[in-house]
């Protein structure tokens, strides 16, 4: 067979074969992605490479492989979920490393974790006085949490008492042009409704628009492809 049309079927049963198994593993790969989660994915990606490239071995020794390696990654996050020592002793547990304000140097030598990568951290939280923290946590997967102390906290707008209305998600109405009929029908509109409402706006056809949104509280949102904007009004990037 010649060796392009071998490498599109193979490249057509790797891609599928990868796109099976990531839906078998879930999203938990993405969500919680560990060091070892990160070295997991790359080799199976390189599996599914070789399954796509090396002609000179046949097809089902890398499918096999890449099936094992599947295999195992589903059984540890099995396993992870019933289990809750073996999921600290595979995956870690959340490490405290600043309470109160102060460094905790055990944990951060048993972590291996320099003050410089801390420090650095914190800077990317806002935080550049480590007085101000209450709490540090090194989650699994190597990112940091951070509390700071009451007295450091952000005013929110229920601390000053301020009434405010709940934010709702908005719904597609218009994508790419096209109106999304079924978004209508939740929101219990109708074509009448939004042909009326781009007339408000003076917009001819949904085609016009790129993306238009309808919030709860009846707030829309268009944008269209073709957009009129000032250019007096706006500021050369150059000056």
Do not use: C
């Not at 790359?42 to 890449?66: E, F, K, M, N, Q």
């Not at 972590?111 to 480590?130: A, C, F, H, S, T």
């Amino acid at each position: 067979m010649n060796e392009p049309i071998v490498v599109i079927v193979r490249s057509i049963i790797a891609f599928f074969t990868l796109l099976i198994f990531t839906r078998v593993l879930g999203k938990q790969q993405i969500s919680q992605l560990t060091f070892f989660d990160y070295i997991l994915g790359i080799t199976i990606g390189s599996v599914a490479a070789s399954l796509t490239t090396d002609l000179d071995s046949r097809a089902w020794p890398h499918w096999v492989g890449l099936f094992m390696w599947t295999l195992l990654v589903w059984l540890i996050q099995w396993i992870t979920t019933k289990s809750r020592k073996l999921s600290i002793y595979l995956d870690g547990e959340p490490t405290i490393v600043i309470m109160n304000g102060k460094i905790m140097e055990d944990a951060m030598k048993k972590l291996r974790y320099r003050i410089d990568d801390l420090v650095e951290q914190l800077r990317q939280k806002d935080v550049y006085d480590i007085t101000q923290v209450e709490f540090a946590i090194i989650e699994k997967d190597g990112r940091l949490s951070v509390l700071k102390k009451a007295e450091h906290q952000s005013v929110t707008r229920k601390d000053m008492n301020v009434a405010v209305q709940p934010e709702s998600v908005a719904t597609e109405i218009i994508y790419d042009g096209v109106v999304i009929y079924s978004n209508l029908r939740q929101l219990k509109l109708d074509t009448k409704w939004l042909y009326g409402e781009l007339k408000k706006m003076n917009i001819d056809s949904p085609g016009e628009v790129m993306y238009m949104s309808r919030k709860q509280d009846g707030t829309l949102y268009v944008d269209l492809y073709k957009d009129h904007i000032n250019r007096d009004n706006v500021t050369d990037i150059t000056d």
